[in-house]
């Protein structure tokens, strides 16, 4: 399992990228990090859990893990 220690570093890097910025602001508008504090979850759990639509939370989360904002490890 990855380290969930916050790193500042990765914010740095994004800062100037309109897309991954979007993205990080995304996920703290849903509160999306929230749910994650009690261990990893599905794109399904999650969706549930924030009450919003899994077929469009998928593409985010995608987005999260590329900019290097989440992990992803069997599929959560």
């Given at each position: 399992?990855?380290d969930?220690?916050?790193?500042?570093?990765?914010?740095y890097?994004?800062?100037?990228?309109?897309?991954?910025?979007?993205?990080?602001?995304?996920?703290?508008e849903?509160?999306?990090?929230?749910?994650?504090?009690?261990?990893?979850?599905?794109?399904?759990?999650?969706?549930?859990?924030?009450?919003?639509?899994?077929?469009?939370?998928?593409?985010?989360?995608?987005?999260?893990?590329?900019?290097?904002?989440?992990?992803e490890?069997?599929?959560?």
């Open positions: 399992m990855s969930p220690t916050p790193k500042p570093d990765i914010i890097q994004i800062k100037d990228q309109p897309w991954s910025t979007a993205a990080m602001f995304a996920a703290m849903l509160d999306l990090f929230t749910p994650l504090e009690g261990g990893a979850m599905s794109t399904g759990q999650l969706a549930s859990s924030l009450d919003v639509d899994p077929d469009k939370l998928g593409p985010l989360l995608y987005a999260l893990v590329l900019y290097g904002l989440l992990g490890e069997d599929g959560q």
